[in-house]
């Protein structure tokens, strides 16, 4: 599809810092726009990339150019994120098209009617529930990792009625701690150290908080 444009908040090179393949280096393709807003005041935590969810933020730019902008680097594995990437579904179908051959993550919230050409089988989805937003079940078949943010027991306790309700495998589920710098990063990965023990989840530190002692765009 010639001409095809996409919203986009940064492209950037860096290490993936949480989930199944942190520590692997990748390029970070953050697609502008979101459909919810994670606020202390809605999920009891603040979402630490709030200067992507506005969907006329960011820049448009073509998919032939995003394309470009990856191949300039030597790095084979894409994380695309967000905002919300599933927002620009159509968008990100082609992007998957174009980047054949790249080992792809797409970094979702699991709410947006997965379409049914998506190709499932050619990425592999980290997908966030949230507990003020219904995931779409597609989604849970098919995520590489469910992946929770924690900052207090009530985040604990939707995890557990999450996995009873859908009946999901414990060693699907990382808990990962809400963090805007290092010390609210190592407060609350201790929750979930100690339930991860007790429930056989697994758990994700978020890797460029602790290196960069906060949130920021780029790393
Ligand atoms: S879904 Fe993700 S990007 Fe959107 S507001 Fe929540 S944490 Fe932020």
């Known amino acids: 599809m010639v001409g095809l444009n996409m919203r986009v908040s940064e492209i950037f090179y860096s290490i993936q810092g949480e989930g199944p393949f942190i520590g692997r280096p990748a390029v970070f393709i953050r697609l502008q726009g979101c459909n919810l807003r994670c606020t202390k005041n809605s999920v009891g935590w603040d979402c630490d990339t709030q200067y992507a969810w506005d969907s006329s933020g960011g820049m448009e730019i073509s998919i ?89 027991e009530k985040d604990l306790v939707f995890v557990d009625s999450f996995v009873k309700i859908y009946g999901v495998e414990p060693s699907r589920i990382w808990l990962m701690p809400a963090s805007r710098n290092v010390d609210e990063h190592n407060r609350n990965i201790r929750l979930c150290w100690e339930y991860a023990k007790l429930r056989g989840y697994n758990v994700t530190p978020r890797l460029h908080i602790l290196v960069y002692g906060e949130s920021r765009e780029g790393v």
């Open 64 to 152: 032939d150019r995003v394309v470009d902008i990856v191949r300039q680097y030597q790095c084979r594995h894409i994380v695309i994120t967000g905002g919300e990437p599933m927002i620009q579904q159509r968008e990100v179908i082609e992007l998957i098209k174009r980047l054949d051959g790249y080992a792809i993550e797409i970094e979702t919230n699991g709410t947006i009617p997965l379409d049914p050409d998506f190709p499932v089988e050619k990425v592999r989805l980290n997908v966030s529930p949230k507990p003020h937003a219904p995931i779409r079940p597609e989604y849970i078949r098919y995520a590489s990792c469910l992946k929770f943010v924690v900052a207090s």
